[in-house]
C-alpha cells in the first residue's frame, strides 16, 4: 500500500464512523423534538393535538435501565414501564461484549459533542492539555467510584423494592423531570454545563474519560470482548504514531492486543498506523479485519433490527397512559424520588 493508498484509508475510517456520529446525533435531535413536543402537549391545558411519546427517549435513562435488567435477572419479569430503555440498554451491553466500547465513540451523542470539543479546542489553542499522569489516573478512578455507588446501591435493593421503584410515579415522569433540568436549567445546572464545556475544549473527552459511569461500565464489560486492535510485532517499527494518535492516551505500541478499558473502537490508531498490517480490529486466531465499514454496518443494523423486532412483538412503548402522564405531570414538582419520599424501603 503507496502512501496515497494509505491517506485514502484513513480518511474513509475517519469519515465512516464521523456519519455514524452524526447520524445518531440527528436522530437524537430529533427525539428530542418529538418529546419536547410530548411535554407541550402535556402542559396544554385542553391540547388540540395528541404528540406521541418517542419510546427511544428510554436510552436517555440509563439508571432506570439498569434497574430494570436487574429486576429482568431476578425475577425473570420484563417491566413495562420504560421498555425500550431495557432493551436498548441490553442491546448496547451486549455490543459492547461483541464488538468492545464502540457505543461512546459512534453512537453516543454525548461523546460526539466531548469529541467535538476537543477538536474545537486544538483549533483554539493550538494543542490540547495533557493531565499529569498521576492527576489523570486519580480523575480516571472518579467514574469506577461512581459506577460502585450506583451497582452496591441497585444490587442491595430486593426485588419488592425493584419493583417499587420502577412503577413508582417517579421513575413514570423521571423523564419529563430530565427534559425540565435542562429546558428551565437552575444556575448550578448551568455552572456545571459550562465548567464540563470549557474542560472539555482543554482535554480530550473530559467527560467521557474521567465522569461517565455509563462509559466505566461499557469499559469493564468490553474487556471480555473477543474484538480488539491488534499489534503485528514483525510489521511494527515502534513509531507510536498509534499511540500520539489515541484520544484515550493508551500506549497502543506496546501491546500486542489492545485490553485497555479506556479503549473505544475510535480506529484512531489503526488509521494513524503508517505500516500496513501492522495494526487491525479483530478477533483472536485470525488474520481478517474489522473494518470500520463492517464496523458501523453491524452497529447500525444491530439498533435498526432490534428497535423494529421490539416494535413489532409490542414490547416498546410505555404502559403510561397519555391521561396518567398528563396527571404526573400537573403534580410533578412534588413527585420525589421513592426513597426520600419514604414508601422504598431498601436495605437497612
Known sequence: MNETQQAYAHKKRVTVRRL??????????????????FVVFLSSASPTTLAQRPAAVDAWLPISSFMSLVYLIRTG??????????VIFTLILLLTLLLRRGF???????????????????????????????????????????????????????AVDLRAFIHSPYNRICDVKMYAMFANP????????????????????????????????????????????????????????CSRACPSNIAV???????????????????????????????????????????????LAAFIFTAQAFRAFGYWDTDTPDDFYRHLFTDISAIGHPRSSGYLSGPE
Open 20 to 37: 455514524s456520529q452524526v447520524g445518531f446525533a440527528i436522530g437524537s435531535l430529533l427525539i428530542g423534538i418529538q418529546f419536547h413536543r
Open 77 to 86: 419479569i420484563a417491566n413495562t414501564v420504560h421498555p425500550a430503555g431495557l
Open 104 to 158: 461512546c465513540s459512534w453512537v453516543c451523542p454525548i461523546g460526539t459533542l466531548s469529541e467535538y470539543a476537543h477538536l474545537a479546542g486544538q483549533r483554539l489553542f493550538k494543542r490540547n492539555l495533557r493531565m499529569p499522569k498521576p492527576l489523570d489516573i486519580i480523575l480516571r478512578s472518579v467514574k469506577y467510584l461512581l459506577l460502585s455507588l450506583f451497582v452496591i446501591l441497585i444490587c442491595r435493593m430486593s
Open 186 to 241: 437552575s444556575i448550578t445546572t448551568l455552572c456545571v454545563v459550562t465548567l464540563l464545556a470549557f474542560l472539555s475544549l482543554l482535554f480530550k473527552n473530559f467527560f467521557c474519560r474521567y465522569l461517565c459511569p455509563y462509559g466505566a461500565m461499557l469499559g469493564l464489560a468490553s474487556a471480555a470482548s473477543p474484538t480488539a486492535v491488534r499489534r503485528e510485532s514483525a510489521l511494527c517499527t515502534r513509531c507510536a504514531a
Open 253 to 299: 505500541h506496546t501491546s500486542a492486543t489492545l485490553r485497555s478499558p479506556e479503549c473505544t473502537a475510535c480506529y484512531g490508531c489503526v488509521s494513524a498506523c503508517p505500516q500496513p498490517g501492522a495494526l487491525r480490529m479483530g478477533l483472536p486466531g485470525t488474520k481478517k479485519t474489522i473494518t470500520a465499514s463492517l464496523y458501523l454496518v453491524i452497529t
